[in-house]
């Protein structure tokens, strides 16, 4: 192969050349809902000019881009490349029905040349558009999260053991030329896991698999993590790593050998200098390096390593340190940590922080959010002095990745300012999920200034992956309706209030033309049983196609109206949220939003009891609105959630001139529960979102 010249094109080897007639070549080589429509595009005769691409739906230009995007693959600085922004399929939605049959393509404009796909390209506009749906709708549904660093690292070690074993099969040898360091001190921490001390030369990778030779090949998963050592030469580092083997090396160990590497050519070197440790002696030796180790599962291996640490109730008595504590309220938020409030009393040793374990997933108290109060009460429990109980009680954030299904009684971990620690058990009932609207008030106790406090980021981001997780199909009873033209209905919690919506459904639906249907969302709560036998007689009494849904939550539901709305096949829609009704202007109003053409919002004013534009939860709301099926789609995807699910407008985008204000079509009967923390959240959510917009 030969260098290309300056003049030399590079393209990829599949790239079309030109034809005789000297047309621009190109290709389309990206597709995705999410991200748009990728290619590339040459000019005969003038690759360096930039070239105009049209997006077609039939014979008809519908979008245009150009080129300018990096392309690498063709060529050293090369600019060759364009794309469509993933808005265009939000476009190619609103089209109407009709449309959906016309071709999709790719072309250069002001010539005659459609670019070919190197890709999976839908080839009609309903092509496009379902798979824009579904692709919006994936992205909606939540993830579970990805496990924690320390149990990728344990699983990566366990594909390295799996790999060790046929190393364990060849010749392995111990030249003195390939020794690469030597093993101080070993820590049998569980079954499976064995941490060791001592030095290796720099340079080693962070994992590998490895053979322990002690009678016989043992397969192992290496980690490690590398400190500097004054005691060594400057070729050589301090480690502290993890061994996945079932190894467990004897109290007096002879001459042995670890083979490391890929081929096992390199070898550590433990034998009768090698000590055992204990726990407590080996943590120190850990404490005293984490902070200045190096390397990329420093993290991780800390992670391993808190998991697997003493965590026994009583042996810190046993070791003669005195020290008690409780904790008396447990906040716990998923993906987050815990909130506590609770006494540590250790009356010979000054208390400076918290651990806390639940099942496997190991806290640790941020110590800027951490408090210490005085607790009075404990005086006649402890005698002594005012000093003892004078910061006896606490307040404090423990972070950690604690999961949704965590399980097991929580344990204590009281860490001294010496280093020492203790553990007590707290009361399995301390526990529970924080409910962010229903325990605002005692969230904000513990920590009045909590919008100011350093974690509150994580805490709303923890929040919003909350939200996410919630956003699901809502279940439905009975075989669902379709419909083209959708009125939703969020069913109200008190019992007469749930009737008079079906009180004003089975007077106004005979009324609505036949292509409109409704969809009653209720909840698991008191008025269930009532909505669904309420439902049963609506149906035999009317021809409207009837759907009723039901929420895992008691909140509004605007976060599932894609997924209402996508499985009843539904083009318009008009949401009524959870305790507002349609008045008699409002149904009126309902029917012609529903007809209406175009894209653009439907605005139902909400009034309170007295007439008046509703001043408390906002007369203008996304409690109350009309709007199309596509942009609904198009919005949700960015749209910030909420934990009542609907503040405000909920971020709806406004097109002045084109939305519609209809007056007084809808009756506040009901409201939220008040909850200074949800609104505080939400309006947080709300700005995060905007701003986001805005960018």
Same mark, same amino acid.
């Given at each position: 192969m ?7 094109e590079?393209l990829?080897?599949a790239a079309?050349?030109d034809?005789a007639?000297?047309r621009?070549?190109?290709a ?8 748009g429509i990728?290619?590339?595009a ?13 997006l ?6 519908f ?8 392309r690498p693959?063709?060529g ?6 364009f794309?469509f922004?993933p808005?265009?399929?939000?476009r190619?939605?609103?089209l ?8 999709v393509g790719v072309r250069?404009?002001?010539a ?15 092509e496009?558009v379902?798979?824009?749906?579904s692709?919006v ?6 993830d579970?999260?990805?496990p924690?660093?320390?149990d ?7 594909a390295?053991r799996?790999e060790?074993q ?5 010749p392995l040898r111990?030249?003195s030329?390939?020794?690469?360091g ?8 569980s079954?499976?896991?064995?941490w060791?001390?001592?030095?290796m030369?720099?340079?080693?990778e ?24 004054q005691?060594?030469p400057l070729s050589e580092?301090g480690?502290?790593g ?13 001459d042995?050998f670890?083979y490391v590497g890929r ?10 200098h ?6 407590e002696?080996? /943590?120190? !030796?850990?404490?005293q390096?984490?902070?200045?180790a190096?390397?990329?599962? +420093? @993290?991780?291996?800390a %992670? #391993?390593l ?10 810190a008595?046993a070791?003669g340190?005195?020290a ?5 309220r447990l906040l ?6 815990c909130?506590?409030?609770g006494?540590?009393v250790?009356?010979a ?5 918290f651990h ?8 640790v ?7 210490f109060?005085?607790r009075?009460?404990l005086?006649s429990?402890f ?5 003892v109980?004078q910061r006896?009680?606490?307040v404090a954030?423990?972070?950690?990745a /604690?999961? !949704?299904?965590t399980?097991g ?7 001294? +300012? @010496?280093?020492?620690? %203790? #553990?007590?058990r707290?009361e ?5 999920l ?9 969230l904000?106790r513990?920590?009045?200034s ?8 994580a805490?709303?981001d923890?929040?919003?992956r ?11 009873f009975g075989a669902?309706m379709a ?13 007469s ?7 004003r ?6 009324d609505l033309?036949a292509?409109i249907?409704?969809a009653l969302?209720?909840?698991q709560?008191?008025g269930?049983?009532e ?9 035999a009494? #009317?021809?409207?196609?009837l759907?009723?849904f ?6 509004d539901a ?10 009843l096949g ?13 008045t008699?202007?409002g149904w ?8 209406r053409r ?10 309170d009891?007295?007439?008046?534009p509703d001043r ?5 709301s ?7 099926v ?7 995807l960015d ?7 609907v503040?405000?407008?909920?971020a ?7 939305d519609?204000v ?16 949800a609104?505080?959240?939400d309006?947080?959510?709300a700005?995060?979102g ?6």
């Open positions: 030969f260098p290309a010249t300056a003049t030399d590079v990829p080897a079309p050349r034809d007639a000297g621009p070549r190109g389309v080589d990206g597709f995705d809902p999410l991200t990728e290619g590339w040459l000019a005969a005769g003038a690759p360096a000019d930039t070239v105009r691409i049209e077609t739906v039939g014979a008809d230009a979008a245009f881009a150009q080129t300018g995007l990096p693959d063709l050293p600085g090369s600019l060759a490349g794309r922004a808005e265009v399929f939000a190619l939605a609103k109407a029905p009709h449309r959906g049959t016309l071709a250069v404009a002001d005659d040349r459609t670019l070919p796909a190197d890709c999976a390209l839908p080839a009609t506009v309903a496009c379902a798979a824009w749906r692709a709708l994936g992205a909606k549904r939540f579970e999260a990805s924690a660093k320390g990728r690292l344990l699983a990566r070690l366990s390295f799996l060790a046929s190393l364990a099969g060849k111990p030249f030329d390939n020794e690469v030597r093993i101080d001190a070993l820590h049998l921490a079954e499976g896991q064995l060791f001390v001592g030095s030369k720099r340079g080693m962070p994992e590998f698999p490895a053979v322990v030779a002690d009678r016989r090949k043992i397969p192992a998963g290496v980690a490690i993590l590398h400190y500097e050592r005691d060594l580092v480690v502290i993890v061994m996945d083997t079932s190894w467990t090396p004897p109290p007096a160990a002879d042995g670890v081929n096992g050519q390199f070898h550590l070197r433990y034998g009768a090698t000590k055992l440790l204990r726990t002696a080996f /943590l120190a !030796a850990y404490g390096v984490q902070a200045v190096g390397g990329r599962n +420093a @993290d991780a291996i %992670a #391993v808190g998991s697997a640490a003493n965590w026994l109730p009583g042996a008595a070791a340190i005195l008690e504590g409780s904790v008396d716990a938020v998923p993906g987050f940590g909130i506590a409030e006494w540590a250790s009356p040793r000054r208390v400076e922080t806390l374990k639940i099942g496997d997933c190991v806290m108290a941020d110590d800027a959010a951490t408090e109060r005085a009075p009460d005086q429990a005698g002594g002095g005012a000093s109980t006896a009680g606490f954030v423990l972070r950690g /604690l999961p !949704a299904s399980g009684a929580p344990l204590l971990r009281i860490v001294h +300012a @010496d280093g020492s620690m %203790a #553990v007590s707290v399995p009932k301390a526990l529970r924080l409910d962010f609207v229903a325990d605002g008030e005692e904000l513990l920590y009045p909590l919008r100011h406090e350093p974690f509150y980021p805490l709303l923890a929040v919003r909350m939200l996410d997780a919630r956003a699901a199909e809502p279940l439905a669902p419909a083209r033209r959708l009125i939703v209905i969020r069913l109200p919690a008190e019992r209030n749930l009737r008079l919506v079906f009180d459904l089975a007077r106004h639906l005979p033309d292509s249907g409704v969302v209720a909840d709560g008191a269930r049983s909505a669904l036998l309420q439902f049963h007689e609506l149906k009494r #009317v021809a409207t196609p759907s009723l039901a929420l895992p939550h008691e909140f605007v976060d599932e109206l894609p997924f209402i709305l996508t499985r539904a083009e318009r829609f008009v949401h009524v949220g959870r305790g507002v009704v349609l008699a202007e009126r109003e309902a029917a012609t939003s529903l007809f175009g894209h653009f919002v439907d605005r139902f004013e909400i009034v009891e007295n007439g008046l408390v939860d906002g007369a203008l996304a409690a109350c609105f009309g709007w199309s596509p942009a609904l789609l198009g919005w949700s749209a910030p959630r909420f934990l009542r699910g503040f405000g407008g909920n709806l985008p406004e097109t002045p001139g084109f519609r209809l007056p007084a079509c809808a009756a506040r009967i009901e409201r939220a529960k008040p909850s200074r923390l609104d505080m959240i309006a947080d959510l700005l995060a905007s701003r986001k917009d805005a960018a």
